[in-house]
């Protein structure tokens, strides 16, 4: 089970952390994804962060301005968003996979999925 937090209304250029927690034992055997929706909008691929962390992939829409991390001993990963723009205004999602690097960006890839969490950016 996934949980994601952290979102909240910022004005542009600003920042936010968003959280997930995930539930079980097997956390460290999967790769942690985020997606993003806009109303309207398709369900996006936002990054990736491999199953030990050392590994990351981003979406351009977003590279040089978020950052994925994991802590694998708390269960936990982590979304770093600087220089928001009101175009990344959506609800997150975290989502979690077993397939390798190559699947990361498909949606349909991902076993389990987070509730969302709402980021707003004001311009």
């Known amino acids: 089970q996934l949980q ?9 250029g600003g920042s936010l952390r968003l959280s997930c927690t995930a539930s079980g034992r097997t956390f ?3 790769s942690m994804g985020w997606f993003r929706q806009a109303p309207g909008k ?3 691929f936002v990054g990736a962060v491999n199953w030990s962390g050392r590994s990351t992939y981003y979406a351009d829409s977003v ?3 978020f950052t994925i991390s994991r802590d694998n001993a708390k269960n936990m990963v982590y979304l770093q968003m600087n220089s928001l723009k009101p175009e990344d205004t959506a609800v997150y999602y975290c989502a979690a996979t077993r397939r390798d690097s190559t ?3 498909y949606r349909d890839s991902y076993d389990y999925w987070g509730q969302g969490t709402q980021v707003t950016v004001s311009s």
């Open 4 to 12: 994601a937090s952290g979102g909240g209304l910022v004005q542009a």
């Open 28 to 30: 460290s055997s999967y």
């Open 42 to 44: 398709e369900r996006e």
């Open 63 to 65: 590279k040089g301005r």
């Open 103 to 105: 699947w990361f960006p």
